[in-house]
């Protein structure tokens, strides 16, 4: 892989239109590109993307697609592509190879909700299609996600880019009144503590603050962004996340807790230029 070419043709690649089928030259090789749910399982997922339904930036709230907008159909071929979210060669050289699917999020995006500080390009797992998670962590997950990641661009103030969560469904406070639950992990691609990069895991001590902060778990290092495809394979079973072959304990506050799983371009950051942002190619994203 030439990272020079990748990023690139990534570059180049934001400028196209937002309805565009994934490729931008009109030659046969950017035709062929496989749509985005040939690639990954898009059967049982909604996409909140960084703009609002009339497609500005800002503001609030931001758009999220129904898994039956994402898929293909008679009215679209290849289900939904836009700059946000479409299919690419890995190369970014417009010749036949390796294609996976480029999400991108500037940091000018629009906001979920009155409590999201930060845009996103995030998928949002649904056991079963049209209808939000409900599994418990004491539960236990019933799928794990695998995700292949390359991460190409990163924000420019703290570098990071929330790619895979286990999100907190619904819990009570120390009044009794129902609210959002916290995140119970989060997976970040970020700068290292002293050189390159690193995707680590941060698993919230508690649902209620009453231990405070997280638990950390390094699970790979690269030099730099495009250099390398990262791997997360993760999964909640008997009061622990089982994360790339190792685990991290769960708190007793979190066991009746709802979950669900999300994945993508999550920002810690927000700004005024719409260039800047982050960006990941997705080559796999399974639940099973």
């Keep these: 892989m030439h990272r020079r070419h990748l990023l690139l043709g990534l570059a180049s690649a934001t400028c196209l239109p937002a309805c ?49 907008e994402l898929l293909p159909s008679a009215g679209a071929p290849r289900g939904h592509e836009s700059d946000w979210f479409r299919s690419v060669w890995v190369d970014g050289t417009g010749a036949r190879g390796e294609a996976a699917v480029m999400l991108w999020c500037p940091v000018t995006g629009a906001l979920s909700s009155a409590t999201s500080d930060s845009p996103r390009t995030e998928f949002r797992h649904q056991v079963r299609s049209g209808a939000n998670d409900g599994w418990t962590i004491g539960a236990g997950s019933p799928v794990t996600m695998t995700i292949d990641i390359l991460p190409t661009q990163m924000p420019p103030l703290r570098g990071t880019v929330i790619v895979a969560q286990i999100h907190g469904w619904q819990m009570s406070d120390a009044r009794g009144a129902v609210v959002s639950a916290p995140p119970l992990l989060l997976v970040v691609v970020e700068p290292g503590p002293t050189r390159g990069w690193q995707l680590r895991a941060k698993l919230r001590r508690s649902a209620d603050d009453s231990v405070s902060g997280y638990d950390s778990l390094v ?49 810690d950051e927000t700004g005024t230029d719409p260039a800047q942002g982050g960006r990941l190619l997705m080559r796999r994203l399974v639940f099973r």
């Design 20 to 68: 565009g089928g994934g490729g931008g030259d009109g030659t046969d090789a950017a035709s062929s590109l496989p749509p985005p749910a040939e690639l990954l399982d898009l059967d049982h997922v909604t996409l909140t993307l960084p703009v609002k339904a009339d497609g500005t930036t800002g503001g609030l709230p931001a758009r999220t697609l129904k898994t039956v």
């Design 219 to 267: 699970l790979q290092t690269f030099a730099t962004p495009g250099e390398a495809w990262l791997t997360l394979q993760v999964a909640v079973a008997d009061m622990r996340v089982h994360i790339n072959g190792r685990s991290m304990p769960i708190d007793p506050s979190w066991r009746d807790i709802g979950a669900y799983y999300k994945a993508g371009v999550y920002l």
